[in-house]
């Protein structure tokens, strides 16, 4: 059974910045696709970042610029850099992990941008 555990949500200003971090349990980590959703109350969840296993990335148009993903193999762990962060990036965030993008989740960790 692979786990995905997200972790470093929080609160924070309009224009600030948070490091998420995603572990992934077992032994096939360097060969998953990674990913970062997000899903705000009352819409769809929506595809944020996306990590393949040679790095190639795929942002959403809204986060471009602004979030980074990257991933560390050695330490089983993706992120995500989120700078300059707006009201409208308030969401639950989830990682995903698998040979297919989305085969695994995690809990999700919550992410609140207000003044």
């Known amino acids: 059974q692979v786990q995905v555990v997200e972790s470093g949500g929080g609160l924070v200003q309009p224009g600030g910045s948070l490091r998420l971090s995603c572990v992934v349990s077992?032994?096939?980590?360097?060969?998953?696709?990674m990913g970062w959703y997000r899903q705000a109350p009352g819409k769809q969840r929506e595809l944020v970042a996306s990590?393949?296993?040679?790095?190639?990335?795929h942002y959403a148009d809204s986060v471009k610029g602004r979030f980074t993903i990257s991933r560390d193999n050695a330490k089983n762990t993706a992120y995500l850099q989120m700078n300059s962060l707006k009201p409208e990036d308030t969401a639950v965030y989830y990682c995903?992990?698998?040979?297919?993008?989305?085969?695994?989740w995690g809990q999700g960790t919550q992410v609140t941008v207000s003044s």
């Open positions: 990590i393949t296993m040679g790095a190639t990335t």
């Open positions: 995903s992990a698998g040979r297919a993008l989305a085969s695994y």
């Open positions: 077992g032994r096939d980590f360097n060969i998953y696709i």
